[in-house]
């Protein structure tokens, strides 16, 4: 298996465009989750789906940040428009619904907004 | 609820001799335990899990972790560092039950650096 795959690894984009990223989880993995990790904060959860729906979003910052699971090989995070507070790695991961495997990161998207 | 304390954010050994990364845990469930680690500029990798079968976790690159119930406590440690060892190590808490189903609690990570 390839592991989560997300892209773009890097992103470098300007104040008040819109930032897409993309996360493919480990085939036959029913939670998704998406964390966002910088020095200040370490690393958070901002959303997770099971089985393509949004369990807990809680941790979603603001409106301008949203997430969709439109089926079970594919989920999306959207900013917009993007702040430089913003800037930061951005990860993926993926479990099976027992969790005993504990949950697969992808390599992260380093996101930096001048 | 759940919760994890790291109890050093920095740790510093010389090659060859023991690690030890202290943890501490809270939760209102059974508690599945981790500890990720994450070398610089790369994604989390999972060194090992409790999810309550045997206390003592044998994981990869000869770490291991033991289980203590009575201390609420998962310290990680390994017998000989290695150069290879410096990264940051999360502890991680998650549960079966309650509103934290499914999600990871991780602690703030500690760094470790190896001298030669």
């Known amino acids: 298996d390839a592991g989560v795959i997300q892209s773009p690894r890097h992103e470098v984009t300007e104040m008040g465009q819109e930032v897409t990223l993309r996360c493919k989880p480990i085939?036959?993995?029913?939670?998704l989750f998406w964390y966002r990790q910088t020095m200040m904060r370490g690393l958070e959860l901002l959303i997770y789906f099971n089985n393509n729906v949004p369990i807990d979003d809680s941790g979603m910052p603001e409106d301008r940040f949203s997430a969709k699971m439109p089926n079970a090989s594919f989920s999306t995070l959207k900013i917009q428009p993007s702040e430089p507070r913003d800037s930061a790695v951005y990860f993926c991961?993926?479990?099976?619904?027992?969790?005993?495997?504990?949950?697969?990161f992808g390599p992260g998207t380093r996101l930096t907004v001048l | 609820a759940q919760s994890v304390t790291q109890l050093d954010s920095h740790v510093s050994v010389s090659e060859g001799t023991p690690v030890l990364l202290r943890c501490n845990y809270s939760?209102?469930?059974?508690?599945?335990l981790f500890w990720y680690v994450q070398h610089p500029n790369k994604g989390l990798q999972l060194l090992l899990k409790y999810t309550s079968a045997a206390t003592l976790v044998k994981g990869i690159n000869g770490f291991e972790a033991e289980f203590k119930k009575s201390e609420t406590s998962f310290h990680l440690t390994k017998p000989s560092a290695h150069m290879s060892d410096a990264a940051e190590y999360f502890c991680v808490v998650s549960s079966f039950g309650g509103t934290s189903y499914g999600k990871l609690t991780f602690g703030q990570g500690t760094i470790l650096t190896v001298h030669p």
């Open positions: 991961a993926s479990s099976l619904r027992r969790l005993v495997f504990g949950q697969f």
């Open positions: 085939s036959g993995h029913d939670y």
């Open positions: 939760s209102s469930y059974s508690p599945s």
